[in-house]
């Protein structure tokens, strides 16, 4: 079991940043696929980014170039640093952890996930 706690939201203006972060506990974290989903109001959760245990990352393209994943397995965290944020970024980020092997972006492939922390971008 893993369990996963996200913090570090809030709102931000336009072109500002924020760093969320993302701590896990249980199983061995060093060893998981680690993602960051967002969902915004009426619209269906959406991949952002992901990590694998040695540092590899894939990103949306919506995002890429703005936001960086990176991850401390000493401290069992996950960050997702986001710079020039626009009012399309805001939703409610998750972050997932999946016990596959290879990085995915498909939130069907992702076993646990965390609450959830609301990001607000203003104009």
């Known amino acids: 079991q893993v369990h996963l706690v996200e913090s570090g939201g809030g709102l931000v203006q336009a072109g500002g940043s924020l760093r969320v972060s993302c701590a896990g506990s249980?199983?061995?974290?060093?060893?998981?696929?680690m993602g960051w989903f967002r969902q915004a109001p009426g619209k269906e959760r959406e991949f952002v980014a992901a990590?694998?245990?040695?540092?590899?990352?894939t990103y949306a393209d919506s995002v890429k170039g703005r936001f960086t994943i990176s991850r401390d397995n000493a401290k069992n965290t996950v960050y997702l640093q986001m710079n020039k944020l626009k009012p399309e970024d805001t939703a409610v980020y998750y972050c997932?952890?999946?016990?596959?092997?290879?990085?995915?972006?498909?939130?069907?492939?992702?076993?646990?996930w965390g609450q959830g922390t609301q990001v607000t971008v203003s104009s």
């Open positions: 997932a952890a999946t016990l596959r092997v290879r990085l995915t972006t498909r939130a069907l492939e992702y076993d646990y």
């Open positions: 249980g199983r061995t974290f060093r060893n998981l696929v």
């Open positions: 990590i694998n245990w040695s540092g590899g990352s």
